[in-house]
Nanobody, 121 residues
Framework: VQLQASGGGLVQAGGSLRLSCAAS????????MSWFRQAPGKEREFVGR????????YYTDLVKGRFTISRDNKNNIVYLQMNSLKPEDTAVYYC???????????????WGQGTQVTVSS
């Protein structure tokens, strides 16, 4: 499965962005999809996850209530809606696919190339 992330950009604090991650194959529906992010000089961290069939979501406390993940299994796309953005949300955002429910990077089978999100104060 190839993943293509898009939608990043520069936004002011308090603003919103929606990231998209398009998958190349119809087996997209077989994977739990997650978003991670990596800020300069920091390790890649888990942002949130959406399950493959039920659409159940889970978020890190850092983004809970501000970010929303959704998926369109018909069109093989997962979204990350980011509201009330803060400067500390600045990072490269990655989508990833895993066959199991996990937050461990090593257990993700496929990764998108990343899209830069920059939040100015």
């Amino acid at each position: 499965v190839q993943l293509q992330a898009s939608g990043g950009g520069l936004v002011q604090a308090g603003g919103s962005l929606r990231l998209s991650c398009a998958a190349s194959e119809r087996t997209f529906g077989s994977y739990h999809m997650s978003w991670f992010r990596q800020a300069p000089g920091k390790e890649r961290e888990f942002v949130g996850r959406i399950s493959r069939t039920t659409g159940t979501t889970y978020y890190t406390d850092l983004v809970k209530g501000r970010f929303t993940i959704s998926r369109d299994n018909k069109n093989n796309i997962v979204y990350l809606q980011m509201n009330s953005l803060k400067p500390e949300d600045t990072a490269v955002y990655y989508c990833a696919a895993a066959p199991i429910v996990t937050t461990r990077l090593s257990e993700y089978s496929y990764w998108g190339q990343g899209t830069q999100v920059t939040v100015s104060s």
